[in-house]
């Protein structure tokens, strides 16, 4: 029966180990970052804060469909989005990471009618703009997120 001597045996040498780990140690930091670009709580915040101006709005135009209450939407830097109408205020607070491009004063009429306007705002979040489209007509609107 024939001896392998030490230098034949079959393995990794320690410098082949040190490459594969540093190969798979960067392939699972990558991913890990990329993982946490989508669930930042940022982002969260910011849809969460178009889920409650929807509903803001819906509010305020039923408002004024159906009481005939005209509201004011005021939207400036720094401060909180303000629908104000004849009985009360409400304020949306606008998330940390989103700043509006410039000051803007939105008219919901007591018919239910709004004059066509774009709003940008602009994320800290990948850099990216939001157009708040507010349609001719009946109150409608969209948000389109663009990249920068």
């Not at 970052?33 to 982002?43: A, K, N």
């Not at 804060?49 to 004011?72: C, H, I, N, P, V």
């Amino acid at each position: 029966m024939a001896m392998k001597s030490k230098l034949d045996r079959e393995a990794f040498t320690m410098i082949e180990m040190l490459i594969t780990l540093v190969i798979v140690s960067g392939i699972l930091i990558l991913i890990m970052i990329g993982s946490q670009r989508f669930s930042d709580p940022s982002l969260q915040t910011e849809r969460a804060f178009w889920a409650s101006f929807d509903s803001y709005w819906k509010q305020a135009l039923y408002e004024a469909q159906y009481r005939g209450q005209k509201t004011e939407i005021t939207i400036q830097p720094g401060s909180p989005v303000i629908f104000h109408t004849a009985k009360n205020d409400k304020q949306l607070a606008m998330p940390k990471s989103m700043h509006p491009k410039q000051s803007e004063r939105i008219l919901i009429r007591s018919n239910a009618t709004v004059s066509p306007r774009t709003v940008a705002f602009a994320s800290d979040i990948d850099q990216r703009t939001y157009r708040l489209v507010i349609q001719m007509g009946w109150g409608v609107y969209h948000v389109d997120r663009q990249a920068a």
